[in-house]
């Protein structure tokens, strides 16, 4: 032993520093260290896991954007479609309108003309029937009585329309 | 990329230089050295050259009395030890970061390895609750056998009440300290054992269930069974006996394990440098880091071995 070196107070002064190099190890050392260690693997593990909510948070907003998208494009096919029946349809009744318009038009203009027509022949048939007498007057010489003689023409264009008529 | 001509990343000159330069510098370290003064014994160098035969010697040296409590050489080492440990600790986690800076880093690797080394034998749990002590373990011998190994730190000597003694020396090489961590180890381990385990911890030492069941069986004159019994019963007992033994026996191992390879080292170095004192020793430098690093790893790796076969608890008897 006494070869060796062992003593006592060597070997207490050993364990004494020791004891204090653990103390002031922990202290400065392990639990620091380890403390940040755990702090950045929890970090990591945090961020991991938010990177992982995040993508299928994205991946889901993404399936719900063509499911958005696809709906709308069948909403706006369908507006589309309506459109063009609402379309067809004001085209079919302007049409029509324009039909009934033009035939009202149409009658229209007709009774116009047969009006203009019927005062047409009223006039030429006063005149005709002045113009008669004139000539009536001339040719027999003698004035006849003016109430009497239109009577008489009356008549005459009264058969002659019958004649027209038939 | 045009492959570099030379050697070693020197041009060629520069390559020869250096080349001779060590060849003359080995040459002059064999012939200052032991060897060489035998051999040729007619050459005489200059008297710096020439190296005195060293005398190593096992008991630290006492340096100064510190209220009439010796304090040697190796005891002086122990505290530059824990002062330097302290040092790089101290920087390595004044600061610290959530991003780490490079020091930082450095140091949390060292922990980090040391915490996985302890989590992946014990588990997370144990690991956890081990790895103050085998961690110190650790830095305090790496440490200790790696300042040893610092060229020339045995050359300062300094004038004490018995002469001549090296201010620092080695502290793995004063058996004091080998035998104080093994016996904080035993310490250690004993007393995880009996925490987790309870007074079951002492169920592998003292195993005599058997027997006094066997003699039960005797005593209702079953006995055939019962010396069978009484033989295994005395089986069981000079085991666990054999097992408390060799839970004392770690001390003197582990002790001497330690001590012996690292004083082993300490004069190998000093016989190579007795020998031939340039460059012919250098590698053996290489070669003590390694054990400096090998002995710190089995001096904490074998505590947390141990550490971690008490916290089991042992075959219960319920399985016989």
Redesign the interface.
């Known amino acids: 032993m ?6 006592l ?3 207490i ?3 004494f ?2 004891g ?3 103390v ?3 202290a ?3 639990k ?3 403390k ?2 755990d ?2 693997s929890a ?1 990591i593990r945090e961020s991991m896991e938010q990177t992982e909510h995040i993508k299928r948070q994205a991946e889901q907003a993404e399936k719900e954007t063509a499911r958005l998208i696809s709906e709308a494009s069948k909403e706006g096919q369908k507006i589309v479609d309506q459109a063009v029946q609402i379309g067809e349809e004001t085209k079919q009744k302007a049409k029509q309108d324009a039909k009934i318009e033009a035939e009202r038009l149409i009658t229209k203009a007709k009774l116009e003309i047969e009006r203009e027509r019927d005062d047409a022949i009223a006039e030429l048939r006063s005149a005709f029937a002045d113009l008669t007498i004139l000539a009536a007057g001339k040719v027999i010489d003698r004035s006849l009585d003016k109430e009497q003689h239109r009577q008489l023409i009356d008549k005459v264009l009264e058969e002659s329309k019958l004649l027209d008529v038939n | 990329m045009a492959k570099k001509k030379g050697c070693l990343g020197c041009s060629f000159p520069v390559a020869i230089v250096i080349g001779i330069i060590l060849l003359t510098v080995g040459v002059i370290s064999l012939l200052g050295g032991a060897l060489g003064k035998e051999l040729f014994s007619n050459i005489s160098l200059p008297a710096w050259l020439s190296v005195p035969s060293p005398e190593p010697e096992l008991p630290a040296s006492v340096i100064f009395h510190l209220f009439g409590f010796p304090i040697t050489n190796t005891i002086i080492t122990s505290w530059i030890t824990i002062l330097f440990l302290l040092m790089v600790f101290y920087f390595g986690t004044r600061n610290m970061k959530l991003i780490p800076s490079r020091y930082q880093t450095i140091v949390e690797s060292v922990i980090g390895y040391l915490l996985g080394f302890c989590e992946d034998i014990a588990g997370v749990k144990y690991g956890r609750k081990f790895f103050a002590i085998v961690a110190t373990i650790f830095l305090f011998v790496i440490t200790n056998a790696w300042i040893s190994l610092i060229p020339g730190i045995g050359t300062i000597t300094i004038h004490t009440i018995e002469g001549h003694a090296e201010l620092f020396r080695g502290v793995n090489t004063d058996i004091n300290f080998p035998l104080a961590l093994a016996l904080i180890s035993f310490v250690f381990v004993e007393y995880w054992g009996i925490k987790t385990l309870g007074l079951g911890y002492f169920k592998k030492f003292i195993n005599i269930r058997r027997f006094v069941a066997s003699i039960k069986l005797l005593f209702r004159g079953q006995f055939k069974s019962a010396i069978s019994g009484l033989f295994y019963g005395a089986m069981d007992i000079f085991i666990g006996l054999l097992e408390a033994l060799s839970e004392i026996m770690r001390i003197i191992s582990f002790t001497f394990r330690l001590f012996g390879n690292m004083t082993g080292g300490e004069i190998l170095l000093l016989m190579m440098l007795f020998l031939a004192p340039f460059l012919l020793a250098l590698p053996f430098y290489g070669l003590e880091l390694f054990v400096g690093f090998i002995q710190a790893l089995i001096f904490s790796g074998l505590t947390l071995v141990f550490a971690n076969i008490a916290i089991t608890p042992a075959h219960s008897e319920e399985e016989h």
Do not use: C, D, K, T
């Open positions: 006494e070869g060796l070196g062992i003593n107070p060597s070997l002064a050993q364990l520093n020791f204090l190099l653990l002031l190890l922990y400065f050392a392990y620091p260290i380890i940040m260690l702090q950045r970090r």
